[in-house]
């Protein structure tokens, strides 16, 4: 009997989150077929809508398979941690509801790289107003040495907006916050061994391993293909750490599926190793809810880490890592005379923007302008390529079979004044089945510069 609360306000993402932890409990076993949409609809009193909502998530996130004709399976997982057991409280607060030099300088009428927010789309007023009312209740504290892992008021407010966001359940304490996600890089190889080798996902934003190689440490590429990193090929290496983006891979926009995500948790444990968890733009599932981090199957083996890039503004230099216990406690060992990187001022503001729900509610109108922008972008598309596109995060990837190589793709592009980039930009080693891609970043395009 599948016991949810039909009396709640969303009934089927509460349906969604029950069927969840049966599968990882062990509840329901891979291979067992679900109920048909109207049987469980009927057995439950709720809408057959409902039912294909939470199946559709279900599926999304890996846990069911949906064959045709025959409905849903549960799908086998290994090494994922029983999540119906109670949580310990929260310490202090009980349970917390490759393009050239000269490129750069070039103008472009539509550039599909950067992906900057829209002047127009950022809160300025908001902004304005928190940095004044921070004046005012703060004064001369703001004079102050900033804790080198970050103001606690901050950290209180992001992890209670991680709770709101994504049901994460995370003790503020072991949150650092950082400038910029590179910063938080360097911190986590520190941390893990300048000496140890890192797999990185192959391709990836190119900045991740030049930042690791910057620190002195050694990157093993990993092909991604459309389930994430292959598991075989890491199996393979002898490294301490995996950097892996599993709700939206960059640049292929790869979903990793929930039997991938435990099989790299036991890939952790199995080498006394640990996964980082980039999650940089979480935020931006256009269909459906977020998917299920990394962080909440297993927060002893996952460094989780975010930024406010891709949701405020790249200059603000504002990030933060959820660190293991363990690896929180060496933080503080190893940089004990050590300040955050990130001004006391700009971390007051940006935890009365969470507090006040003034941040959610600018994440709410940024997702309706880009759900506008992708539908128009797909239309436009339509019939020209082949699109592969999850409905996560802020670019997808379209294929021109027809055409002859990256080069021509990207100065056919740069002819018409569109700056793009190809899936062999991002790449660490060569991967020929992956030319012909073009990554399309729709989060800078204005709708004047998509008609």
């Not at 809408?47 to 996130?61: F, I, K, P, R």
């Not at 950097?243 to 890939?267: C, E, K, N, Y």
Request: positive net charge.
């Amino acid at each position: 009997m599948i016991d949810f609360d039909a009396n709640g306000k969303n009934k089927y993402y509460s349906l969604y989150k029950t069927l969840r932890e049966d599968i990882i409990s062990g509840k329901m076993r891979g291979g067992e077929r679900l109920p048909s949409k109207r049987a469980l609809a009927r057995m439950l009193g709720v809408s057959v809508t409902t039912v294909m909502l939470a199946y559709g998530q279900l599926a999304a996130e890996g846990y069911v398979c949906p064959r045709e004709r025959s409905g849903h399976f549960v799908e086998k997982l290994n090494g994922v941690p029983n999540l119906n057991k109670k949580s310990s409280p929260l310490y202090g607060v009980g349970k917390i509801p490759s393009v050239k030099s000269g490129e750069e300088t070039r103008r472009y009428s539509c550039d599909l790289v950067k992906g900057v927010l829209p002047a127009q789309l950022f809160p300025f007023s908001t902004w304005a107003r928190l940095m004044r009312r921070v004046l005012n209740d703060c004064g001369e504290h703001l004079l102050e040495r900033v804790p080198k892992d970050g103001d606690a008021q901050l950290k209180y407010a992001i992890s209670a907006y991680l709770f709101r966001s994504r049901g994460m359940e995370v003790d503020p304490r072991f949150i650092v916050v950082g400038a910029g996600a590179e910063y938080l890089y360097g911190v986590i190889v520190q941390l893990l061994g300048r000496d140890k080798p890192y797999a990185v996902e192959n391709p990836c934003y190119t900045k991740i391993p030049s930042v690791y190689a910057l620190n002195g440490a050694k990157c093993l590429p990993v092909a991604v293909g459309e389930k994430g990193m292959d598991l075989r090929s890491l199996g393979k290496l002898a490294a301490c750490a995996a950097h892996v983006s599993p709700s939206h891979q960059f640049p292929t926009g790869a979903v990793m599926p929930a039997s991938v995500r435990a099989g790299l948790i036991d890939w952790a444990n199995s080498v006394d190793g640990f996964i980082i968890e980039d999650d940089y733009d979480s935020e931006f599932r256009l269909e459906g809810k977020p998917l299920h981090s990394m962080q909440s199957l297993c927060p002893s083996r996952v460094v989780y880490v975010n930024t406010f890039s891709k949701s405020l503004a790249p200059s603000m230099r504002l990030g933060y890592a959820v660190l293991p216990p363990v690896l929180y406690d060496k933080f503080m060992r190893s940089f004990p005379d050590g300040a955050s990187s990130v001004s006391l001022f700009e971390q007051k503001t940006l935890a009365a923007m969470l507090d006040g729900g003034y941040f959610e509610r600018h994440v709410s109108r940024l997702k309706n302008y880009y759900r506008t922008v992708r539908g128009k972008l797909l239309d436009k598309l339509a019939g020209k390529c082949e699109v592969y596109d999850t409905g996560a995060g802020l670019h997808l990837v379209a294929r021109f079979p027809s055409e002859e190589c990256d080069e021509k793709i990207k100065l056919v592009a740069a002819e018409r004044g569109v700056r793009l980039k190809c899936l062999s930009d991002y790449l660490i080693s060569p991967r020929p089945e992956l030319d012909l891609c073009a990554v399309i970043n729709y989060s800078g395009l204005t709708s004047e510069q998509l008609d």
